[in-house]
């Protein structure tokens, strides 16, 4: 649990056992992208007593705090992330729903360079690609 809570520490909040505990369940999930729901269904399994209401609550304070990034990839169902400070962009499957990372150094410089071509620079973004399997 120590290093839980140096980072809840780091982040400025105040050790608790919810935010432990839901750290935790973002940390060793093989899944990393989780929803409220899963992360109070782990808990749950756990035998832990929290509440969905703290969930949400604790997942949107990491959120403030710069722990976890959130994402709405199907146009309003949250899921969290730890933010483990490496950019990459998202691909969701419309068929199951799966989330699948990637990163491409293409992509990156494309987008850098549409941004210089009309007077920008690029602050931050977010690319989701929305997939099928193939025939």
Known sequence: MAVEN???RKAGLKVTLPRVKIL?????????HLSAEDVYKALLDA???????TVYRVLTQF?????????NFDGGHSVFELDRGDHHDHMVCVET??????????????????????????TGHSLVLYVKPKP
Do not use: C, P, W
């Not at 959120?63 to 994402?71: Q, S």
């Open 24 to 32: 935790q369940i973002l940390e060793n999930s093989t899944d990393r």
């Open 6 to 8: 140096q980072e809840l």
């Open 47 to 53: 035998g832990d007593d929290v509440g969905l209401a």
């Open 63 to 71: 959120e403030t705090a710069g722990l976890v990034e959130r994402h």
């Open 97 to 122: 729903g799966k989330v699948i990372e990637f990163h491409s150094e293409e992509i990156e410089k494309l987008q850098e360079q549409i941004a210089a071509d009309k007077g920008y620079d690029i």
